[in-house]
Nanobody, 124 residues
Framework: QVQLVESGGGLVQAGGSLRLSCAAS????????MGWFRQAPGKEREFVAA????????YYANSVKDRFTISRDNAKNTVYLQMNSVKPEDTAVYYC?????????????????WGQGTQVTVSS
């Protein structure tokens, strides 16, 4: 049974930084692409970043490109999202997800397993 547990969320001032972690258990972590998504109140879940099985390929939403960095440590079964220069519009619940293939994807339908989410609130 695959489980994903996010951590690292919290309250941060605009312009600050935060690092989210997602620890995976069950299955073979290194075989699959991973992604981060977010959902703000009243909005649909949206893609943030994705990474391939080896970390060799990464993908970002335009809204976070050059501010956020996704990475993974296959030895620790963990994927990270480093968030820099955060803005109030980054406020959302952030979810990590495990893909159905070894590639990263921007589409929610390409992810089978999801974590419970971690709240990120950016104050202005």
């Amino acid at each position: 049974q695959v489980q994903l547990v996010e951590s690292g969320g919290g309250l941060v001032q605009a312009g600050g930084s935060l690092r989210l972690s997602c620890a995976a258990s069950g299955g073979i972590f290194s075989n699959y692409g991973m992604g981060w998504f977010r959902q703000a109140p009243g909005k649909e879940r949206e893609f943030v970043a994705a990474i391939s099985w080896s970390g060799g390929a990464t993908y970002y939403a335009n809204s976070v490109k050059d501010r956020f960095t996704i990475s993974r440590d296959n030895a620790k079964n963990t994927v990270y999202l480093q968030m820099n220069s955060v803005k109030p519009e980054d406020t959302a619940v952030y979810y990590c997800a495990r893909g159905s293939s070894s590639y990263g994807s921007r589409r929610t339908l390409d992810y089978r397993y999801w974590g419970q989410g971690t709240q990120v609130t950016v104050s202005s």
